[in-house]
Structure formats: C-alpha cells, structure tokens
C-alpha cells in the first residue's frame, strides 16, 4: 500500500506511575516511547499501512530501544539516524489533579534536534503518498533546516503534506516565538489536524466559532480538522464543513489519542486521496478515526494503546 512517511522527534515520557499527583510529588517514573511522529507512524503500522519514520535519536540504550520499537510495531527505519553524542530526548510529563498536563524536558540538546539536512533519507520522502510532521522540530537548528528541506523535497515530488502543529511553551523561546514558528509554514500543508486548543493559541479566538477556525484557512489547503477530545472532531474544507461525534469509552490515558486520530485518517487518506472531495467519504474516514482516537485513551501509554482495524471496526459497530 502507499506509504506515509512521518518525520519530527522520536522520544521517552516518563510518566509517574499514578495519576493525579505532580512531577515533584511522584514517586516513580513509568517509560512511555512517544514523540507524536512516531506515534502516528506506529499508528499507521498497527493498521495495516505503509508507514516509514524519520528522525534523530542517541546512539544510547534509548535510542536503540525506540529504534526497536518502531521496527517491531512494523515502521520501516530506515529514515533513523544515531547521534554519537547528543542524548535521545526525554520528557517527565504528568496529568495533575486538575487535569492540566505538566511538563519537564531535557533537551540541550537533545538528538532529534541535531538532524542535519545532509542526513535525510530524500529517497523515502519521494516514494511517499503522504509526508507528515508536527513543529517540535521547527523550534531549533540544525533540525529546523533538515525539516524545511524534507517539506520541500516532498512538495516537489508531488506528496501530499500533512501537518499537525503541537503547541509546547516550554521548548520555545516566547509564546509569541511559538505561534510565528507555528505558523511559518501554515499554508505549505494540504491538511492541518489542531485542536480546540491549538485553535485558541492561535487565534485567540473562540474555538467553537466556526469564523474563528476559518481565520485559520488557507487556500491551499485540502482540509482542516478541529479535534475536540471525547466529542469528536470538526472538518473543513472550501465546499463543505461538518462535525462528527467521537465515542464514549473508559478513558485511563488520553496521551497519543490525536496521533491515533491522525494515522488513522492518512491511513484512509492513503487508500483514497479523493476523499477529500467527497463529503460523505471524508465522514467515514472521520468516524475511524474517531474510533482510533477513542480506543487509544483506554491503556496507558501512547503507542501500546494503539488500535487494530478489527478493534476500530467493532467499536464503530456496536455504537451503532
Ligand atoms: P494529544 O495531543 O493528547 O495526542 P489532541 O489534543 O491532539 O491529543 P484530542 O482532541 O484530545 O487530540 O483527541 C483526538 C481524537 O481522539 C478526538 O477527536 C477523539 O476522536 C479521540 N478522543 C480523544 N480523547 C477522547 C476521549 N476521552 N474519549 C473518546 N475519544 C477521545
């Protein structure tokens, strides 16, 4: 089937062995491997698609381990390159009582900041159908490069782009800094995946406005989609805008539930590049995704929880 390449950071959570309590207050760490390229990839994979990775990890115990990882999840790695002195990136991340997530990283820097424009796989990117990536790696050099180029790389081989924004305040120098970076390479996309609040972020507006979404449209875009958690999602396209309504499961970790949602859809993008043009079919796929995304937030971790087809399948069948 075609192949979707997603490219950005490949890294390790560490999340506190219960929730509810602060980075400061946990006692143990549990090692979650995330990085929402590498989640989407390995959601890909898990359903069946042609998904490949692109990324800089350490040439150390846990950048060897995701390397792994992605390999036995089905990704094809040939895209991975081993830094010989930059560690592979971690995250202390945590899910307070109020619900906020915390933050603490440790990058300075880390190797999936260090890939270099010389080392992208170009031959990859070309193959690929689809070429996917977030904005962590926007956020500094040499990596911020090496991402302009691959972008460029696949625009000029005709491969859709796919792009899926994560605010992360502490990694960038201002909030400003954030929403310019952000928004740098906004209209380059044929499909942008946000959510409520990423919208908020960016526009400052009121995210279930319709008009303020639209302040988000660009003309060379295929499709743009407004995630909103247990509730579903939001299409927009130049013809046509709608919603579809997510699924009600028991919700334990909702980590990775947009990289679910996201692989799911390029997946069926993948099979059927016109569905954009086709209201009804987009629905479908939206509806699996959604499945995908609900499923995703009933194990901890972001990529164990990861749906098959058949699971997506019978979850959609039995709300029916
Ligand atoms: P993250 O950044 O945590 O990966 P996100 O903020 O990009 O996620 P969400 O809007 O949280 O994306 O979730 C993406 C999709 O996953 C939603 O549109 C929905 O279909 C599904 N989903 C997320 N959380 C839940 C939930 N608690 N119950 C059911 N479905 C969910």
Sequence with gaps: ???????????????????GVSLAESYAFIKAPGGAPANVACAI???GGNAAFIGKVGDDEFGHMLANLLKKSGVNSDGICFDKDARTALAFVTLK?????EFMFYRSPSADMLLK???LKLDLIKQAKIFHYGSISLISEPCK???????????????????????????????????DGIKSIWDQADF?????????????????????????????????????GPEGCRYFTKKFKGQVNGYKVKTIDTTGAGDAFVGAFLQSVAKDPNLFNDENKLKEALVFANACGAISTTQKGA????????????LIKEAK
Excluded: C
């Design 117 to 119: 424009e010389s080392e």
């Design 303 to 314: 990529i164990p929880s990861l749906p098959d087809k058949a699971q997506a399948e019978k």
């Design 1 to 19: 089937s075609p192949m979707i390449v997603s490219f950005g950071e490949m890294l390790i959570d560490f999340v506190p062995d219960v929730a």
């Design 45 to 47: 994979a898990k359903l």
């Design 97 to 101: 009582a109020d619900g906020q997530r």
């Design 145 to 179: 490069s090496a991402h302009m180029a691959a972008m460029k790389a696949a625009k000029q081989a005709g491969v859709l782009l796919s792009y899926d924004p994560n605010v992360r305040l502490p990694l960038w120098p201002s909030p400003e800094a954030a929403r």
């Design 192 to 228: 942008v995946k946000v959510s409520d609040d990423e919208v908020e972020f960016l526009t400052k507006g009121d995210p279930k406005k319709d008009d303020v979404v639209m302040s988000l449209w660009n003309d060379n875009f295929k499709l743009l989609i407004v995630t909103d």
